[in-house]
């Protein structure tokens, strides 16, 4: 598998896509974006679906839109993994497509949907904090509604449970990243996911404690 229409749709992250029959004289132009877009996702589609097979009893949620409802492109697409007892305003498992076309790949974190939030999906998250950080792990975190990578040192990690008891920071994900190389297969960036996704499941689970 190549994964070429992801690498081609990524350049056009915060696009205005206008239906063709609006789009005048850009009617062929947005056509093409919208077959690429659609291509595009159907290969994440194809990713998280060889992944959900490799870590049952997860079962993989609906893969975001190409774009948001303001029509904007939005080509990092991601799907969720819970259990079947899972809340959906609990963290949770998920993959994400990060990057530029040159330089890309698949990330695993351990986060919830902000639009099915609770009062206590924060406290919850958070718990991430608990735990000592190992391996290729960083902190993705949010302050005052900036996102930043950050990491996942001791010493990092000591300073965010402060900031997060203070209400300076926000949010914190605990996150993994797996390029995607040249000609890669389709097996092989599947194992690497499941070699993260085994790394972060404690994560997971200090998040339901």
Known sequence: MSFDKL???LPYQGEKYIKPEKAGNYRQYMMDLRDLARQARD???????SFEDRVKP?????????????QICRPHFW????LPSDDLDNSALAIRLYGESDNFGISVEVSFVERRMSENSLEKQNKVLKLLPFGDMYYFVQKNGISFKMDATEENRKSLLKQVKSGEVRKVLVKQDIPIEPDQSLERLIDGL????????????ETKK
């Open 7 to 9: 690498k081609e749709y």
């Open 194 to 205: 499941l070699k993260s996704f085994d790394e972060l499941l404690p994560f997971y689970e």
């Open 58 to 70: 997860f079962k993989a949620e609906r893969v975001s839109q190409w774009m948001n409802q303001s």
């Open 79 to 82: 799907c969720y993994f819970r």
């Open 43 to 49: 290969e994440f589609s194809l990713i998280s679906k």
